[in-house]
């Protein structure tokens, strides 16, 4: 019996990591500036109610924003440390997917009906997932390393 009839069309191995990494990127560079705040505001917040901080104490969107753009850096301001986000996110893509379907092509044609179930791919994502982001991690570190040195 051969299993080799292919149901739908499916991208090759570097048809899937550019496309994969394309949107990966233009999506860190439009969250980029989101990303940013939010870690400001999870710096800014740390004692709040152990320390008798007040909530007002710059934990406030608006106010980050208008105190970034006070220090004169404009728009820059908010893509500071853009290079290590672009390599973590493009690293953990590029590791998660090419992990991905090379299992998934191994795989795949040892079934009968050319396909894994649900449940297979989410674990086959999860696994690849946790490898990359095992091995991306210390960028995600320098990430938020250079969000909180850009705000002293």
Request: proline share 2%; net charge positive; no cysteine.
């Given at each position: 019996?051969?299993?080799?009839?292919?149901?739908?069309?499916?991208?090759?191995?570097?048809?899937?990591l550019?496309?994969?990494?394309?949107?990966?990127?233009?999506?860190?560079?439009?969250?980029?500036?989101?990303?940013?705040?939010?870690?400001?505001?999870?710096?800014?917040?740390?004692?709040i109610?152990?320390?008798q901080?007040?909530?007002?104490?710059?934990?406030?969107?608006?106010?980050?924003w208008?105190?970034?753009?006070a220090?004169?850096?404009?728009?820059s301001?908010?893509?500071?440390?853009?290079?290590a986000?672009?390599?973590?996110?493009?690293?953990?893509?590029?590791?998660?997917?090419?992990?991905?379907?090379?299992?998934?092509?191994?795989?795949?044609p040892v079934?009968p009906?050319?396909?894994?179930?649900n449940?297979?791919?989410?674990a086959?994502g999860?696994?690849t997932g946790?490898?990359?982001?095992?091995?991306?991690n210390?960028?995600?570190?320098?990430?938020?390393i250079?969000?909180?040195?850009?705000s002293k």
């Open positions: 019996m051969n299993y080799s009839y292919k149901r739908y069309w499916e991208p090759s191995t570097a048809q899937a550019t496309t994969s990494l394309g949107v990966g990127l233009v999506g860190q560079f439009i969250i980029q500036p989101l990303d940013m705040v939010k870690t400001r505001i999870q710096q800014r917040a740390e004692g109610g152990i320390r901080k007040s909530i007002y104490g710059g934990v406030n969107m608006n106010k980050i208008r105190d970034i753009h220090q004169g850096l404009g728009m301001g908010f893509y500071a440390g853009f290079d986000a672009l390599l973590a996110r493009g690293g953990y893509l590029f590791i998660r997917n090419l992990l991905y379907k090379i299992i998934y092509d191994q795989i795949k079934k009906s050319n396909d894994l179930t449940r297979e791919k989410a086959l999860a696994f946790g490898i990359a982001a095992l091995l991306t210390p960028f995600e570190l320098v990430l938020v250079f969000y909180l040195v850009s």
